[in-house]
């Protein structure tokens, strides 16, 4: 979460190398999956860059729950705990991952999908999407209020996904209580490659272990998350673990035309315009008013002059400095809010110097550009209201929550680690990611594949508009649907948002199930197990080590010099080499940096 393409069929599909780490050290022997009633993880984990565990444990807590979707009674199994993931080819233990699944009882697992989630950073834990989406529960935010009481309450999720799918919610390597296993380190596995093969083999050792290999399988991303799911995405087929579906939750697939993410704006901001003009209508600035009903219409039009008036008049100002077109000027004041005053000084005009200056004395949230705090005022405190009010009630429930599910450690649950200060960016020979090659990598090798992307109107780190151009390079692949919705970066905190998102993605999953599945029958509700009782455990209270979110970069690479993308034959070519592995050592593979 901050300021932040059939082939051939003579193709040789081969699988690549293992999520870094190795050596000649002798591995921990492997653990066997342990189900308990109530687990108290005797591990110590950490999210520092050099820590490993050296005996790793899969210690699980096992409960039975309900809850009714649809007028239907669900009942479900949640699962709580560690798994370690195997490097492909040598089955050496890489990372110990912890998870939370949910599980539909008595559903014919060759028929019932599974769907992996997480969020990004990169460093961040999966608890924005675990406890705010999809899941069986979720916290009643009622974005974008900023006068909802806090910690928020945690309620049945009556918009989860659980009637559809199983859900497993990830922490990334360094987050959470998920750990490197030695001789590896965190750091390890802390780049674009080595993050995205270590998922895929903790993927492929889930379901392994839970006899998932007939499931129809989906990935769902956020944010950093969304670049993630691209490699992740290629790196499953060419294993031969193939997808059903990959969800883009508030996507970057292309770091590199996003202008929000470097120091200066060093391209041309047009792609945030129709998110500026609906922050702008939210709050009533726009002339003429527009309300949300005529949202879609009126961030259409902006869209139209953003690409055919904006971007060419920004390129000419980045070029002369010339004084602006007052023309262009005016339709920027009456489309937006923002002062003729402001535009001129600020012409190709960043996400942060919008969020500073669009109601004076005021800051708005980036992650949701609908709220507003006063300067001075402690909603304010953090330069961002959309994420100092949501941040305190995820890190106390994510600590009474695993105990409601009978799972307890005595370390302490990271919700945003430092990994970002480290990460390794470097991607395709880029200095910063562009995953659009990737994702059609996998198209190629699955062209059933689906692919649903959302965003929020409101939402200033990833604006819409930014992901519907990076969309544009797959050349209207039919299997892409895109999805715009009230709300912010979490449009599944807006209560309208995350009804909207529910019912599109019942869609697309019976479509992308469809599309690879002659029949599927619907799941076999079994009996209710009695709901488990209340478990008195305690943990440590979690905690952020960073403030950074994604789509942010260390300070250091926020002056790069961002990489056009490719389209057409250039985009082709990128596509075949991932294709061919002519990387060095492939993607993903031991070590691979670049």
């Keep these: 979460m901050t300021r932040f393409l059939a082939a051939a069929a003579a193709l040789i599909l081969a699988a690549c190398g293992g999520g870094g780490g190795g050596g000649d050290s002798t591995p921990a022997p492997t653990p066997t999956p342990t189900p308990a009633t109530n687990t108290s993880d005797p591990a110590t984990y950490s999210s520092s860059a050099n820590a490993s565990l050296a005996t790793p444990n899969e210690l699980t807590a096992v409960t039975h729950h309900q809850i009714v979707v649809g007028g239907t009674t669900l009942n479900y199994t949640a699962t709580v705990g560690h798994m370690s993931a195997l490097a492909q080819g040598t089955s050496l233990p890489e990372a110990s ?7 539909l009882d008595g559903a014919d697992l060759n028929t019932r999908p599974v769907t992996f989630f997480y969020n990004g950073g990169p460093g961040s834990a999966t608890v924005w999407l675990h406890l705010g989406s999809f899941g069986p529960k979720r916290l009643e935010v009622n974005a974008p ?9 945690l309620v049945d999720n009556a918009e989860t996904l659980l009637d559809k799918s199983d859900l497993v919610f990830v922490d990334a390597v360094g987050t959470g209580f998920s750990e490197a296993i030695a001789p590896n380190t965190n750091s390890t596995f802390w780049g674009v490659d080595v993050d995205a093969a270590v998922f895929r083999d903790f993927i492929m050792r889930y379901v392994a272990v839970n006899s998932r290999a007939g499931s129809p399988k989906f990935l769902f991303g956020e944010s950093y998350g969304t670049p993630r799911s691209a490699v992740l995405a290629n790196l499953l087929e060419t294993a031969g673990t193939s997808l059903h579906g990959v969800v883009l939750q508030s996507s970057i697939l292309n770091y590199n035309t996003n202008c929000g993410i470097f ?29 949300v009903a005529e949202l879609p219409a009126f961030t259409q039009q902006v869209r139209a002059f953003a690409i055919g008036s904006y971007d060419p008049a920004v390129s000419r100002w980045m070029l002369t400095h010339a004084a602006p077109d007052p023309a262009v000027v005016g339709t920027l004041v009456s489309d937006t809010g923002m002062s003729a005053v402001n535009w001129n000084g600020h012409f190709n005009m960043d996400p942060t110097y919008f969020h500073d200056n669009l109601v004076p004395g005021s800051v708005l949230g980036f992650y949701d550009g609908r709220m507003v705090a006063t300067r001075g005022t402690p909603l304010a405190s953090e330069d961002d209201p959309s994420t100092t009010m949501y941040d305190g009630s995820f890190a106390t429930t994510i600590v009474s929550y695993l105990t409601d599910l009978h799972y307890t450690s005595g370390s302490t649950y990271t919700l945003l680690g430092n990994a970002i200060d480290s990460w390794n960016f470097h991607h395709n020979g880029q200095a910063l990611p562009d995953t659009v090659p990737d994702l059609a990598a996998a198209f190629v090798r699955n062209p059933k594949l689906k692919v649903f992307s959302a965003n929020g109107y409101h939402d200033l780190v990833t604006p819409f508009y930014v992901t519907e151009n990076d969309i544009t390079r797959f050349n209207g692949n039919p299997n892409i649907s895109v999805h715009i919705y009230q709300g912010g ?7 309208t948002g995350r009804a909207q ?20 029958l619907p799941p076999v509700i079994a009996p209710a197990k009695p709901e488990t009782p209340a478990y008195p455990g305690v943990m440590p209270p979690a905690k952020f080590e960073t403030r950074l979110r994604d789509p942010a970069l260390p300070e250091a690479l926020r002056r790069t010099v961002p990489t056009p993308p490719t389209l057409g034959k250039a985009l082709d070519a990128q596509v075949q080499g991932i294709l061919a592995g002519e990387r060095e050592g492939g993607p993903g593979a031991a070590g691979h940096t670049d």
């Design 263 to 291: 120091e200066t704006a060093v391209i041309s901001c047009f792609g945030f315009l129709p998110s500026y003009a609906a922050v702008g209508a939210w709050l009533n600035l726009v002339q003429p008013p527009e309300g």
């Design 489 to 495: 970066h979490m449009t599944y905190l807006d209560d």
């Design 501 to 520: 998102e529910k019912a599109d993605l019942a869609v697309f999953y019976a479509g992308a199930v469809a599309a690879k599945s002659a029949q599927v």
């Design 97 to 103: 991952f912890f998870y939370i699944a949910y599980t």
């Design 145 to 153: 209020s900023t006068t909802t009481p806090t910690p928020f309450a």
